[in-house]
């Protein structure tokens, strides 16, 4: 049985329609009005090998942070779906990627605990039109609606494009690894028996 969900979220903000399918084939159709954005979601479903499909739109005229906070509201929720109660999952996930001269290292937990643990100092306000501070508002969102514990640490990198590619990699990376089924799990991966 495939694992896969589809969100809709329609606020007097934005309105988002997301279909998430784990074992995918990395194809990523992502419609967002933010190119920026659109062009990190990609990446992030090509290299999850996640089928990955966003159409949303909102009130960019204002600025982007609704659009991009409520996309990553809405994937988080579809991770929850997809994976149940999270049973026979490997859980924990760590990557690490290279984008010519930054370097991003993601490790992700999951376990019904959000978190995020934000380390990338930045150096530019910008990628063209994109605030990037709205890369941690986006991870934060989907950490909490996922029940993702997520660390991103960046130690080095000069470009801004660069970095934040590195860091969307990284995280489809991790989160394909930490949800592939594990066949050594019974039930859920926890000495407790429950994750939560």
Request: charged share 20%; glycine share 10%; proline share 4%.
């Amino acid at each position: 049985m495939p694992r896969e969900a589809q969100v809709v979220r329609a606020t007097k903000e934005t309105d988002v329609r997301l279909t998430l399918r784990l074992e995918g084939e990395g194809q990523g159709r992502i419609s967002t009005s933010v190119p920026f954005f659109d062009h990190m979601l990609t990446l992030f479903s090509r290299h999850g090998f996640f089928d990955l499909t966003v159409a949303a739109k909102g009130d960019t005229d204002v600025d982007f942070h609704h659009v991009v906070e409520d996309v990553g509201i809405c994937l988080g929720e579809a991770f929850r779906k997809s994976l149940g109660n999270l049973g026979g999952i490997a859980r924990y996930a760590h990557a690490s990627i290279p984008m010519i001269e930054a370097l991003a290292h993601v490790t992700v937990d999951v376990s019904a605990r959000p978190h995020l643990v934000f380390h990338c100092p930045l150096k530019h306000e910008k990628v063209g039109a994109f605030d990037l501070e709205l890369v941690e508002e986006f991870l934060r969102a989907f950490s909490q609606a996922s029940g993702v514990c997520v660390h991103v640490n960046v130690p080095y990198g000069s470009n801004a494009h660069h970095t934040v590619e590195a860091i969307f990699k990284g995280l489809g990376r991790a989160m394909a690894e930490a949800v592939r089924i594990d066949p050594r799990v019974k039930g859920v991966h926890s000495s407790k028996g429950v994750l939560g």
